[in-house]
């Protein structure tokens, strides 16, 4: 299949683009060039979308959207069968045709034989990456020969990383003495669960014995039990026994003790501690009142004993007062001969300053100066205003000089510059000159054109033949119409199939003559034929022997000679006899044979007819002969006139078309040769209106000759002059008007700025008059002296605030001591001689003294009131006291305190002894554990006390040694064996462990699935490959070898085979010189030439069995030097011619190179 | 009115099979899932208060020997016993296989019928009568059925059996009986068990298959559970199924003819989760994700197959509960190898001669040598089941010749510059 044209209708840049038509008889190599961004990448995809479709996703909607896509074109397939067809972006229906009708499908299928994009971009489409990871894969297989060629082949890239990935992914998985690898470790993962389940298991026996452990256990505990309750019980009784014999004797001895204490007065229960308490009381009250009573008389005599100044205490505000204000004082008195130097020394300075001012005025004058102060601002402003005064004097005097000078320059220049021409006239000459073009190149060209074509046809003419002449006369000679030779043809032709048929008949009467002659030939050697003829002929032989011997025998007469006649060698008898015979025979034999003989009548008759036809036949074809001569005569006759011996009017008619075909060519040529001439005219009028007009304008003359161009040139060579002169003039004027216009700024400039001195020297004037100066004093100075002023001023006002503060002391002193005097005068009259901040210390130690007495005497008052008050309390406790023991001796039957002792005594010991005997009965009942007293006596009574012990300890030996050891065990048995049944819980440790282990397997068997595949897969593959060279390695290899030689430009030779180191079959590079190299050897872009070579072997190869379809190469040039490009399109050029090769590219270096290449096939450049 | 649940195929603790553990997979919400989906038989039982149930064998696991399995049983038992339920009990050939049956003491309120004849049990309180035999040994092949005893006058007569009837696909042949067997007995509902798929074979009398309790592997799709028989005045007035499953397995398959891009892939493979989420009335699911159709991008599914399966993986994480089993890439090309490679390129003749490639075990190993190995190291448990690791049958060998085939076209059609 090859492409025949590409119609970018609406497709990435492309909008209804002119079709890119690959026409030519061969499937030729097509370079399609598109220099960036024009559009290379967009048709290359373009392509592809023509053949197999749009992607769901494609960068070529930026100006058609989705549904707007439309690529198409036309294929042709190896039959010369052609299609053309539209595609659009569509799922379904997407190939359509030339009016937007959706075509079948399969329409396609003798084009594309079903061949996929992955695979036509694979076998049939290689670019820059590719071949250089081709060339990349080949040096990292080491030129392995079976991989390189089967990469080759299936037109791929990297087969190394197929391998790769396919042993990586298996060597990941599993790893026979791995550990790491996912199953190795699934594994045993794996067999850790296994384990961890058996482990968690529970086995039906092993609950059984624990179950059948415990109930023993349990029924051993409960016998043992029994027994120590048994032994329990014993030992309670008689531990019973052992407490309560001691407890039965004391009760005994108390009850008798009560019973000799004889009659008691029984007393309230808090008797004892009422008398104790009355008796305590009356006692402490005693005790208080002769302690009281000598405290006061001490406290009354100390009061008596104290005196203190009570005026000096009323005016404690006032001493607190001066002995706060003796600091200040003491301050005042210390500052005041310092404050008084300052006054002084303030003043002096006002003075000085006065002097710089007004050197006539004193200090006492200095207020009349004054106002000044308020005049600073004015001063300041004004000072400010007259240096931008001054500065605009002096530029607008500079301005004014500058422009004066610009003016003269400007004239000056002026008048140095040449007059223009005025250049209307030329302009008119010039534009159609313009308009017209390159005429030159126009003529020139379409002159060439004609020649080539003139030639072209001379040659065509000579090839044509028959025919000789000028091409002139052959536009005027007037041939046969090709009418006229049709209907000779048509005659011819008709005597032809005549004598054909004619020839056929004879042919076929001939043949069957010869059949007809050879059946009786076959007939005749099956033995002669018995005819009627012979049977008479024989008959009458008969009939003659019969007669003469008949007259022998009947007549007797003499047939010696007629017998010797009749038969020379036998006698007549027997002559005659053999004749009857042989009548007789050939009688037989006629009704015997009649078949044979009437067939061979029937062949007879036959052979006599066709020769009859036969001589016929022959005459007609004389005939059809002669008439056929007589077609020539006329036929030669016609074209006598032209000089011309015809050909047959079959091949006439041909050259009859080979004629017009060029009569149509020449009358083209004519026409072009008519437009050549009307061009030379226009070239000629054209030049001459410049000429004319340069000329005019007293120009140089142009170069002679008829070409328009250098007139041209010329003048617009003048035209451009004069534009720079016009301009040149327009400049200088532009530059004198402002040069003007400046000149009369400046001197407005200068005017205002002398106007704005004078009103400011009228201002200064008044500012400063006050001042009273009678020198002229600039802005500046003036600002000084006002400033001296302003600090005379601040100095004086210094010094009358220290006045004011001095005489502020020597008031206060004077207040404080009036102040002092007056207090000493009425309570301390002898110390008015002290000084008066002596006089003040001395009485605040006074008045301290004073203060601390006064408060002494008022703490004693306080204390001789509390003092009475105790003493009214104790008196009343001790009436209270006498009262209540009066009452107390009423209850005890007593008449006398003394008595109470004794009573008391008695009673307690009555009291004492009854308790004991409770106590006692309580301890028995508790023994005797709700046995009564009397049983528990009678018990005692029963049981001897020394046995007891010895029982008991026996007792208790035995449950502690025995019993309990033997329990404690048996315990400890049945908690084991509990804890163990309480963890056989039914739990579902083991059940869930084993799911995990079903996870890992599920893995294990996932992965080692996968393993097999891969390692399955690998192997194959390579056995594959291995099958693939050794069927193609020398047919392709061969192919190869060429292809490299070529792409190489003869630096390798050859392409052998070799073996590496391992045995294994690598290829080999052969020098000129016979040197072999290794892939490893090669450069980087030898190895690329090495793949493009084994892609193009396989191309070829695979032509033997494959319909071709168009090699699609995409800029693969871009990393081969000059001469190897070169050879590299001419292996594509030489491919080109049994299969179409499409290639792209950016460079226009390639089509150059392209273009001077001297391949076999046809090379078409399409610029995008 | 009597009402009762029947129920077989419990298989207690048998673990759920080829689910690969992965991260996101819901490990939790399948752990123990025989047993929980006993105890929501347990809860059935209770909450409709049932006045029995009927176990008509396989309550254990053949090969299962941990004793906890029957502690957890007899446990469970305390719980009905507690509600005044009994339980009826014929042994299957998994419980006659297994060591916890035997040593197992059974609790007042179960029953389990003698191995040795047919046993016929009154329950006088509801005028029931329940006839069953146990399986004596793991491989009963007499017709079991033939030995029980006529129907018994003015009783609900219920049969108890574990069988195959007249077999079934997937189940072993045993206690053989035909459905006439059964009718001619004159009982009013025979309660089997065997198969663990629910059938109701028969209305008059009903004979219902209940089907397994909780399916263990990806041949027991579809919901699980139990059956409630509800009887009033000595007939059967409902006979209903009732899910009792914890996880439902389903396969899942995906038509892919219409994908041009991973984008699509992923949204039908999620749309089809979705779908099955959908019918598995909220339970967590274990998928089996079957791809299939003429898909555009067949070659790019096959050359990354391990990284397919998790981004599927992904997809159903983000449903929480569905656990993606496997995933069979079975998609084909949309053109016939043959027809895309023509004749004389490498690639044809790697067809060819995986096409003549013989794939037996001793072959398959003279080949790949590393295989031995593997096989050496595999736990024995890989080499047994449905899917045994290079099972020598004719289609899985005929699957691998496929497999292979496709793998090596995906590689070389990814890596031969096509993309």
Request: charged letters at 30%.
């Amino acid at each position: 299949m090859r492409l025949k044209r590409l119609d970018l209708k609406a497709f990435g840049p492309f909008t209804d683009r002119k079709p890119l038509a690959f026409m030519s008889r061969t499937p030729d190599l097509h370079i399609i060039f598109g220099p960036n961004e024009a559009g290379k990448s967009s048709s290359l995809r373009a392509l592809k979308a023509l053949l197999f479709g749009f992607p769901q996703q494609t960068p070529d909607n930026f100006i058609h959207s989705y549904d707007q896509l439309r690529v198409g074109g036309c294929l042709e397939n190896s039959a010369g069968e052609e299609i053309a067809f539209q595609r659009r972006k569509k799922r379904k229906a997407d190939v359509i045709d030339a009016a937007g009708d959706p075509l079948d499908l399969d329409l396609l299928t003798p084009f594309l034989h079903g061949v996929e994009p992955e695979i036509f971009e694979s076998l049939y489409g290689i670019d820059h990456d590719t071949l250089v990871r081709g060339g990349e894969d080949i040096l990292a297989q080491k030129g392995e020969v079976g991989q390189a060629l089967f990469a080759a082949g299936a037109g791929m890239s990297s087969l190394r990383e197929v391998i790769d990935q396919l042993e990586k992914e298996a060597a990941d998985l599993f790893k026979p003495a791995g550990q790491l690898p996912r199953i190795n470790m699934a594994i045993k993962r794996f067999k850790a669960l296994q384990k961890a389940v058996k482990a968690a298991s529970l086995s039906a026996k092993e609950w059984k014995d624990h179950q059948a452990a415990l109930k023993n256990a349990l029924a051993e505990r409960a016998g043992l039990e029994k027994d120590r309750d048994h032994h329990n019980k014993a030992l309670h009784r008689l531990n019973r026994l052992k407490q309560a014999i001691p407890e039965l004797a004391s009760l005994k001895s108390r009850q008798d003790q009560q019973s000799a204490l004889g009659k008691i007065i029984p007393l309230p229960p808090d008797f004892t501690e009422q008398y104790r308490l009355v008796t305590q009381t009356m006692r402490e009250a005693h005790q208080q009142l002769q302690k009281d009573t000598d405290r006061r008389k001490t406290l009354e005599e100390k009061q008596k004993a104290m005196s203190f100044n009570t005026d000096l205490l009323k005016q404690a505000e006032r001493v607190d007062d001066f002995h706060q204000r003796l600091g200040e004082y003491r301050k005042g008195q210390k500052d005041r001969p310092v404050r008084e130097g300052m006054r002084i020394s303030l003043r002096r300075d006002a003075a000085g300053l006065l002097q710089q001012v007004r050197p006539d005025l004193r200090l006492e004058g200095v207020e009349t100066l004054r106002p000044m102060l308020t005049k600073k601002r004015i001063v300041q402003t004004l000072s400010a205003q007259y240096e931008a005064i001054r500065h605009q004097l002096t530029l607008a005097h500079k301005q004014g000089k500058t422009a004066e000078l610009e003016q003269k320059e400007v004239t000056r220049y002026r008048d140095t510059l040449p007059e223009v021409k005025t250049s209307q006239g030329l302009v008119q000459a010039v534009k159609p000159a313009q308009k017209a073009g390159d005429m030159d190149t126009h003529i020139a060209r379409r002159r060439t054109d004609i020649e080539l074509n003139k030639k072209h046809c001379r040659t065509t003419l000579k090839r044509i033949g028959l025919w000789s002449g000028d091409l002139s006369e052959l536009m005027t000679i007037s041939l046969p119409r090709s009418e006229t030779v049709q209907q000779f043809e048509t005659r011819y032709s008709k005597r032809v199939e005549e004598r054909r048929e004619i020839e056929k008949d004879r042919k076929k009467d001939e043949k069957d003559l010869r059949n007809a002659q050879a059946q009786i030939k076959k007939v005749m050697y099956a033995g002669e034929i018995p005819s009627e003829t012979a049977l008479a002929q024989t008959r009458e032989k008969r009939e003659q022997g019969w007669q003469l011997l008949r007259q022998q025998w009947l007549d007797q007469a003499d047939v010696t000679e007629e017998s010797r006649a009749y038969d020379p060698d036998l006698p007549l008898p027997e002559a005659y006899e053999g004749f009857v015979v042989q009548a007789d025979l050939i009688a037989d034999r006629l009704r015997r044979e009649a078949d044979r003989v009437a067939n061979a009548a029937a062949f007879r008759t036959q052979v006599e007819t066709l020769e009859t036809s036969l001589a016929e036949t022959i005459k007609t074809k004389a005939a059809v002969d002669q008439r056929l001569r007589e077609l020539d005569d006329v036929w030669i006759r016609m074209w006598e006139p032209f000089g011309i011996t015809p050909l047959s009017p079959k091949e006439m008619s041909g050259w009859l078309a080979d004629m017009d075909k060029l009569r149509f060519k020449v009358s083209d040529i004519v026409k072009k040769e008519q437009e050549l001439q009307r061009d030379v005219e226009q070239r000629k009028m054209l030049k001459q209106a410049m000429e004319k007009t340069l000329a005019a304008m007293a120009e140089e003359a142009p170069p002679a000759g008829d070409t328009l161009g250098p007139v041209l040139i010329l003048a617009e060579t003048v035209l451009e002059r004069i534009a720079g002169q016009k301009a040149e003039h327009e400049k200088a004027k532009e530059r004198q008007k402002k040069a003007k216009k400046a000149s009369h700024q400046a001197t407005e400039d200068l005017k205002a700025a002398r106007d704005a001195l004078a009103q400011w020297q009228a201002q200064w004037q008044k500012a400063i008059m006050g001042l009273g100066l009678e020198d002229e004093v600039s802005p500046l100075e003036a600002l000084d002296l006002i400033e001296t002023l302003q600090s005379c001023f601040d100095k004086l006002k210094e010094a009358d605030d220290l006045k004011k503060r001095i005489e502020g002391i020597d008031r206060d002193a004077a207040d404080l001591e009036a102040a002092v005097k007056a207090l000493l005068e009425t309570v301390a009259p002898d110390m008015l001689a002290l000084p008066l901040d002596q006089a003040i210390l001395q009485l605040r130690i006074m008045l301290n003294q004073a203060q601390k007495d006064a408060t002494l005497y008022h703490k004693l008052s306080e204390e001789l009131d509390a003092l009475q008050e105790e003493v009214t309390g104790a008196t009343k406790n001790l009436q209270d006291a006498r009262e209540q023991m009066a009452e107390l001796l009423g209850v005890a039957k007593c008449e006398k305190p003394e008595q109470l002792t004794a009573v008391i005594a008695k009673f307690t010991e009555y009291q004492r002894l009854q308790e004991k005997i409770s106590d006692t009965e309580a301890t028995l009942a508790r023994i005797g554990a709700g046995m009564t007293l009397e049983a528990l006596s009678r018990q005692a009574a029963e049981m001897n006390a020394d046995d007891l012990p010895g029982l008991i300890d026996s007792l208790e030996r035995d449950i502690q040694e025995r019993i309990h050891p033997e329990i404690n065990k048996i315990s400890q048995v049945i908690g084991e064996e509990n804890t163990r049944l309480s963890a056989m819980d039914g739990k579902g440790t083991a059940a869930e462990t084993a799911e995990e282990m079903e996870h890992e397997l599920a893995g294990i068997r996932r992965l080692s699935e996968r393993y097999a595949l891969l390692k399955l897969a690998s192997k194959i593959l390579q056995q594959a490959i291995e099958r693939y060279r050794e069927d193609h390695q020398d047919p392709v290899l061969k192919i190869a070898a060429r292809y490299f030689n070529d792409l190489t430009v003869g630096s390798f030779v050859d392409l052998r085979t070799d073996v590496d180191d391992k045995g294994e079959p690598i290829l080999i590079g052969v020098r000129p010189d016979t040197a072999r190299l290794t892939v490893e050897k090669m450069s980087s872009g030898t190895r690329d030439q090495l793949f493009l070579a084994l892609r193009l072997a396989t191309l070829e190869w695979r032509l033997n069995t494959s319909e071709s379809m168009p090699f699609i190469v995409d800029d693969i040039l871009i990393n081969f030097d000059d001469d190897r490009s070169r050879a590299t399109l001419e292996v594509l050029a030489d491919l080109s011619m049994k299969n179409q090769v499409i290639l792209f590219t950016h460079h226009r270096q390639i089509v150059e190179t392209a273009t001077r290449i001297k391949g076999k096939g046809t090379i078409q450049i399409h610029t995008l | 009115m009597v009402k009762f649940i029947h129920t077989a195929d419990i298989h207690l603790d048998s673990p759920l099979k080829g689910l690969e553990a992965h991260e996101d997979a819901p490990v939790e919400e399948i752990r123990g899932a025989t047993r929980r989906a006993f105890d929501r038989l347990i809860d059935l039982a209770i909450d409709t208060a049932v006045d029995f149930i009927l176990i008509a064998g396989d309550l254990y696991d053949g090969d299962w020997k941990d004793y906890n399995t029957g502690l957890f049983f007899a446990a469970r038992m305390g719980r009905l016993s507690k509600s005044g339920i009994r339980v009826f009990i014929v042994s299957g050939n998994h419980d006659a296989a297994s060591q916890i049956t035997r040593a197992m003491p059974l609790p007042d309120n179960v029953t389990l019928f003698s191995h040795q004849k047919p046993e016929s049990i009154k329950l006088d309180d509801l005028d029931v009568i329940i006839h069953g035999q146990s399986y004596s040994s793991r491989a009963v092949t007499d017709n079991l059925a033939a030995q029980y005893p006529q129907q018994t006058p003015n009783y609900f007569n219920i049969g108890l059996l574990h069988t195959a009837l007249t077999g079934r696909e997937g189940h072993e042949d045993y206690a053989p009986c035909t459905l006439d067997d059964l009718i001619s007995k004159g009982y009013d509902y025979w309660a089997l068990g065997h198969v663990h798929k629910r059938e109701s074979l028969f209305e008059d009398p009903w004979i219902v298959f209940p089907g397994n309790l909780q399916g263990r592997h990806i041949k027991e799709t579809g919901p699980k559970g139990a059956t409630v028989v509800t009887v009033e005045g000595g007939q059967i007035t409902s006979v209903e199924a009732r899910e009792l499953d914890v996880l439902r397995w389903a396969t899942c398959q995906v038509d892919l003819s219409e994908c041009e891009t991973a984008e699509s892939v992923h949204d039908a493979v999620r749309q089809a989760f979705e779908q099955e989420l959908d019918q598995a009335s909220g339970k967590t699911l274990a998928l089996r994700l079957i791809l299939t159709g003429k898909c555009p991008i067949h070659s790019r599914l096959l050359d990354r197959t391990a990284q397919w399966t998790e981004e599927f993986r992904g997809i159903a994480a983000g449903f929480g509960d569905v656990w993606l089993e496997t995933v069979k890439f079975q998609t084909s090309r949309q053109k016939r190898l043959e027809e895309i490679f023509g004749e004389d390129t490498p690639i044809a003749g790697l067809l060819q001669s995986i096409q003549h490639l013989e794939l037996d075990n001793d072959t398959l190993l003279g080949l790949v040598p590393e295989l031995s190995a593997l096989k050496n190291k595999l736990p024995a448990e890989i080499h047994s089941g449905d899917e045994a690791f290079l099972d020598p049958s004719e289609d899985k060998i005929a699957a691998l010749r496929t497999e292979v085939q496709e793998l090596l076209i995906a590689k070389l059609l990814q890596h031969g510059g096509a993309e």
